[in-house]
């Protein structure tokens, strides 16, 4: 069955730092999306992409983000210059009707 | 702001038995999604439903939709240890094209 892949799995880098955040999804997919999730708590919302540009995004995309795809097959999610607020978890998801499919997650940790 | 709250938060249960997580969300949407999340791991999706009155069912688990009341439920019927995880459910609401909301999340234990 066809699955959302990220990479890498886990990411740890010093605060000031440019992160780059990868992901594939399935591939006849149409819709790609970034979320986080902070440990212990909710699933938020980043960002939204269609048609090679940003569909929608929430408050916590600001400035310091970015989101690109490249090519055909990848789907990435910037960061410019990290913050210790930005630990968390990043998943991308992909849809091609309802269902978003997300995939394994990037653990991010800023020192 | 769409607050989508889920309740409980927490839920320890035992092997067979019954018990109902409510989701509750406070804008108009007719799209509801139930996913689970393992510790560590990613969100798999086990329920979408897309109208009011949906009813979906797989397994153990029965998700269903008002969306006057502006509530779902997951029901879960004769509980075993595998379906120990967190459950959110999450709300595609009308007026901002296909973002999800979360709920809080309900962490379920399920003891022998």
């Known amino acids: 069955e066809p699955e959302v892949t990220q990479t890498p799995s886990h990411q740890v880098t010093q605060m000031g730092q440019e992160v780059i955040l990868r992901c594939v999804p399935i591939?006849?997919?149409?819709?790609f999306y970034w979320y986080r999730q902070i440990l212990g708590q909710k699933v938020e919302f980043l960002v939204s992409f269609y048609n090679n540009e940003i569909s929608e995004k929430s408050e916590i995309f600001d400035d310091q983000f970015s989101v690109e795809r490249p090519d055909g097959s990848n789907f990435t999610l910037k960061i410019r210059s990290t913050k210790l607020e930005d630990s968390a978890m990043y998943f991308c998801a992909s849809s091609y009707l309802e269902t978003q499919y997300f995939g394994p997650g990037t653990r991010l940790l800023v020192l | 702001e769409l607050k989508v709250e889920q309740n409980p938060l927490f839920l320890s249960m035992q092997e067979g038995k019954n018990y109902t997580i409510y989701c509750n969300y406070s804008?108009?949407?007719?799209?509801l999604y139930w996913y689970r999340q393992d510790p560590g791991k990613s969100l798999e999706s086990l329920f979408v439903?897309?109208?009011?009155?949906a009813v979906k069912q797989e397994g153990r688990l029965m998700a269903s939709l008002d969306t006057k009341a502006r509530l779902s439920t997951l029901h879960i019927t004769a509980a075993v240890h595998d379906l120990s995880a967190t459950y959110f459910c999450?709300?595609?609401?009308?007026?901002?094209?296909?973002?999800?909301?979360f709920g809080t999340g309900t962490r379920l234990a399920v003891r022998p």
């Open positions: 804008t108009t949407s007719d799209r």
């Open positions: 999450a709300v595609e609401p009308k007026s901002s094209g296909d973002k999800l909301t």
């Open positions: 439903l897309l109208s009011n009155g």
């Open positions: 591939s006849n997919h149409l819709y």
